[in-house]
T-cell receptor, first 118, second 114 residues
């Protein structure tokens, strides 16, 4: 069975600080996908990144970066120079290549609430 | 691209009534749509997976007769909460998949049952 653990329930940082959100996953599959979604107070989930299990290259997108390490089953997310608009709940999610339901079901972590204080 | 809409964005109803929530993929054809429920300060819990033209697959513990899902076309899925009760009050979110790996989420529907 697959599982996603986000050990940090809530994090508060002061604006312009860097912050890393941790994500640890468990899966028996060799082929899987990892995701990060952002859920601002409005409620809508915003897709941030998808990474497949064969691609361990770290990725940077503006102030966002992701560190994928299969050896430790982790997919951590770092926000550099945080801004107030980054305040949201961030979810890490895992999808195995085939769930038997015709598509790729997501297993979500419990989320990390990030508060960026001006 | 990959925009998913939901309607209504919020609804308040009396106990015992039924409520229908629509989920539409606006700029792509979704082979699969998913329905989630999210209680306050909690994560998303998958309720069911819906493929166009076939019966939905419900997760364990989700009553299929209470949460009716219809996936009539590649761009529309509906969730009907039948005989709603206060404990059904929640944030319902749909997502649509292009058929491989990424799900795109709708803005959610906040249901309050009085």
């Amino acid at each position: 069975a697959q599982k996603v653990t986000q050990a940090q329930t809530e994090i508060s940082v002061v604006e312009k600080e860097d912050v890393t959100l941790d994500c640890v996953y468990e899966t028996r599959d060799t082929t899987y996908y990892l995701f990060w979604y952002k859920q601002p107070p409005s409620g809508e989930l915003v897709f941030l990144i998808r990474r497949n299990s064969f691609d361990e290259q770290n990725e940077i997108s503006g102030r966002y970066s992701w560190n994928f390490q299969k050896s430790t089953s982790s997919f951590n997310f770092t926000i550099t120079a945080s801004q107030v608009v980054d305040s949201a709940v961030y979810f890490c999610a895992l999808s195995e290549a085939y769930s038997g339901a015709g598509s790729y079901q997501l297993t979500f972590g419990k989320g990390t609430k990030l508060s960026v204080i001006p | 691209g990959a925009v998913v809409s939901q309607h209504p964005s919020w609804v308040i109803c009396k106990s015992g009534t039924s409520v229908k929530i629509e989920c539409r993929s606006l700029d792509f054809q979704a082979t699969t749509m998913f329905w989630y429920r999210q209680f306050p300060k909690q994560s998303l819990m998958l309720m069911a997976t819906s493929n166009e033209g076939s019966k939905a697959t419900y997760e364990q513990g989700v009553e299929k007769d209470k949460f009716l899902i219809n996936h009539a076309s590649l761009t529309l899925s509906t969730l009907t909460v039948t005989s709603a009760h206060p404990e059904d009050s929640s944030f319902y979110i749909c997502s649509a998949s292009l058929g491989f790996d990424t799900q795109y989420f709708g803005p959610g529907t906040r249901l309050t049952v009085l």
